[in-house]
């Protein structure tokens, strides 16, 4: 963290100390309330379990645009014309910001750390000093890198497409920059690599040569695990599912969808999913759905955490708040045994009505404390004996006898046949929603202290 030498007082942040957790009776806006990193849950930290990292573009490079006018922010660290200088400042307040939040990852994209050349041989060295840049902070205050990956989206020459673009000289100028964020990525220690599809999709199905684009996209991402593998990445590949949004259809349109694709073309073993909140929900699924979809395929790799306006279909990218979502994305991050090497990156932008320097913590404080809250309640709740029942009680004809017989793939169709014949009409039993519905609430009310 920059700091003036003769007052002490960083940089960017001037006036925010470092946050600290002061439990639930406090009403500092600048201080985590259920958020404690070393406090034990399951035998491990909060820390260790909750793996949060702060996002480098909508933090450090967002302005609060929108289609309908410009940025409404400012800020100090994007004020310099020189694109060098300006990075260097961003960067700075970007780990100036890291540990005044007490936050241990961060994630980027190539062109949000460093900046686009006028040729693929400039752009690799403007990444690479960026590189050099984040390595020294990274040892000065032991952040690490959740994730890094490669911008494919906003260029006007990926218009068409990435990987996927119909155009084979696109798809040179998307590897050429997916190997330098892989060389990026490893060089600061990164734990995964992301691939959000932003373009890869389509606009008009009826110019489309939908079978090749997938093809292609299937090639692209082989050719990127062999690479991403030979110069020495142990981490995990993530696919980000999305529905839509920049393109009317994207190919890994939600979590089943893409643990079909991974399966199909045996990219299984290396690849698991990045399951985002507003994502899922621009599918029509719950937050906690595509969660559960991925952790049952053995394919949960991490969390892109914040949530969409329930009111409104678009991609809002808001803080997560809700204790509701938070609860219930914990309870299948708990019973599947935690992220790994995965995370909660919280993939979410402050509104543009939010200009105050103070909002970015204020937000960030307010996410991690939705998921401290989530994490503690819902533990509690999977730890009540009557979860399991309700759920998994439900199942118990296949425990043994003629339904585990079924299961194991000993009864064919006649075999079924006669015992539907011998057994009558099946008695029915209650599904007991409401019931499960009401455990959970009161585990909520009762709180996280
Ligand atoms: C876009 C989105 C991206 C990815 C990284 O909706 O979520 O920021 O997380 O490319
Ligand atoms: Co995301």
Redesign the pocket.
Known sequence: MTRNVHTGETAYFPGIPRIRYEGPDSDNPLAFKAYDPEREIRGRSMEDHLRFAV?Y?HTFCATGADPFGPGTRAPAWAAKPDPLARATDRIDAAFEFFSKLNVPHWCF?DFDLAWEGASVAESEKNLETMVGLAQERQKATGMKLLWG?A?LFSHPRYMNGAATNPDFAVVTRAAAQVKAALDATVALGGENY?F?G?REGYACLQTTDTRRELEHFATFLHQARDYGRSIGFEGTFLI?P?PM?PMKHQYDFDAQTVIGFLRHHGLAGDFKL?V?AN?ATLAGHSFAHDLRMAADAGLLGSI?ANRGDPQNGW?T?QFPTDLYDTVHAMMVVLEAGGLGGGGLNF?AKVRRESIDPEDLFIAHIGGMDAFARGLIIADRILADERTSALRFGRYESFDDGDGKRFENGELDLPALRNLAAENGEPAQRSGKQELMENLINDYIVRGAA
């Open positions: 996002c573009w994209h990956t911008n992301v959000w932003g980000e999305k949004e990045n985002e994502h892109d991609d990218d993939d």
